[in-house]
């Protein structure tokens, strides 16, 4: 089925750096999102992205926090400067038409801020 | 704001049993529910979905949940669980305008 990678699958960063956390979505979808997992429990919802514009966030995306995709690259989310409860692992997803619709999920990127 | 509750952090189930997982959402418009299953170190993978029509769904591998609007429920269940199933079980609600929000998920575990 319809795949969404995420790159890399592990970094491990010093706190205070920037770091940021490659998605390539599924080819033909429109929507991506961002989700926050902490020690395999609840799935926190980051920010959604559409048409080059943050669509919706929450609480949990900081002003430390960027979200892009220049030219339909990768869609990325940066954290500049990270911080130790930035541990966690960080879900890109998309989907065709929007929330109303599948969303696919990547496996991942766990992120170590040390 | 839409919000779901998963009330059951853990259930454990004897292999061929059968299988309820509890979800109740928050809503006041029409909500678009989904189930999602996480096995280790892997990304969510949908189960099922409710938009409208028939109030009870079925699934991928034998799973179906049933939309019940006076209740603010939609529970999963399963007839007869395989211990393959063992994994983290999320349910989560969205509108047209919203993402996803997920519950707390509920980890299964089958036991042989």
């Known amino acids: 089925g319809p795949k969404v990678l995420q790159i890399p699958s592990h970094q491990i960063i010093d706190m205070g750096q920037m770091v940021t956390l490659n998605c390539d979505p599924v080819?033909?979808?429109?929507?991506f999102y961002w989700y926050k997992q902490i020690l395999g429990q609840q799935m926190e919802f980051l920010v959604n992205?559409?048409?080059?514009?943050?669509?919706?966030k929450s609480k949990l995306f900081k002003d430390q926090f960027s979200v892009e995709r220049p030219d339909g690259s990768y869609f990325t989310l940066k954290i500049q400067p990270t911080a130790l409860e930035d541990s966690a692992v960080y879900f890109c997803?998309?989907?065709?038409?929007?929330?109303?619709?599948?969303?696919?999920f990547g496996k991942g990127t766990r992120l170590t801020v040390v | 704001a839409q919000s779901v509750t998963q009330p059951d952090a853990r259930v454990t189930v004897s292999e061929g049993a059968s299988l309820q997982l509890r979800c109740k959402y928050s809503y006041s418009g029409t909500p678009y529910l989904f189930w999602y299953v996480q096995y280790p170190r892997q990304g969510l993978q949908l189960l099922l979905k409710?938009?409208?029509?028939?109030?009870v769904v079925q699934g991928v591998n034998g799973f179906e949940a049933e939309f019940i609007k006076s209740n603010s429920s939609f529970h999963l269940r399963k007839a007869s669980v395989h211990w393959s199933d063992s994994a983290v079980y999320f349910c989560a609600v969205s509108n047209n305008n919203n993402a996803p929000r997920f519950g707390a998920g509920t980890k299964l575990s089958v036991k042989p």
């Open positions: 992205f559409y048409n080059g514009k943050v669509m919706e």
């Open positions: 409710y938009y409208s029509g028939d109030p």
């Open positions: 997803a998309s989907s065709s038409q929007g929330s109303n619709t599948e969303v696919f």
């Open positions: 080819s033909n979808h429109l929507y």
